[in-house]
């Protein structure tokens, strides 16, 4: 049961909504959780409802929350480091454009992410991993791991040079 005190629109329950909906054939998927306000008997949309407890917890008006969505795999700004998934991306109008990945099921922000935060993600995740290259996994490694052996060998090489003009 999530409840917060005083807060009657963000009372309900957290269910799955049929016996085998945790098991996700599909990455892309929304996971079905249902929401039911638990004072007034209705079904709740989870993504309407992270933004109010996105508001709630930020103690912004809610008109600052401009739209949310489910995240449900691990790209992007929101990376491995977060360990949650599903998550729920709520997106703000504010100047930082911040955004607030919140765990449905536990109501606890995963992550928190501004405009400089997301370029610092991205110049990491495309730069220095370098997952912009089109191509498998295994072969971007072996690439990468030739790439460090080629440059370990120029080292070398140009130390024994610099040795031997003395």
């Known amino acids: 049961m999530i409840q917060l ?19 996700h054939h599909a990455k892309d998927a929304a996971p079905a959780i249902e929401l039911i306000d638990a004072q007034h008997a209705k ?23 401009t739209q949310s969505s489910w995240v449900t795999q691990f790209d992007g700004e929101y990376g491995f480091i977060n360990k949650r998934l599903p998550v729920i991306k709520v997106e703000t109008n504010l100047n930082d454009q911040l955004r607030l990945y919140i765990e449905p099921s536990s109501g606890v922000i995963a992550a928190q992410v501004n405009q400089q935060d997301a370029l610092e993600g991205f ?44």
Request: hydrophobic residues 45%; glycine residues 4%; without cysteine.
């Open 43 to 65: 079904k709740l949309n989870p993504l309407e409802q992270n933004k109010y407890l996105a508001a709630f917890y930020l103690n912004l008006p809610f008109e600052h929350f």
């Open 123 to 166: 110049s990491f995740a495309y730069l220095h991993k370098w997952t912009w290259l089109p191509i498998d996994k295994t072969l971007r490694d072996i690439l990468l791991a030739t790439i460090a052996g080629l440059i370990t060998v120029l080292v070398i090489l140009g130390s024994v040079l610099a040795i031997r003009k003395r």
């Open 5 to 23: 005190t005083g807060k009657p629109q963000l009372q309900g329950s957290m269910t799955p909504a049929k016996e085998h909906d945790h098991h």
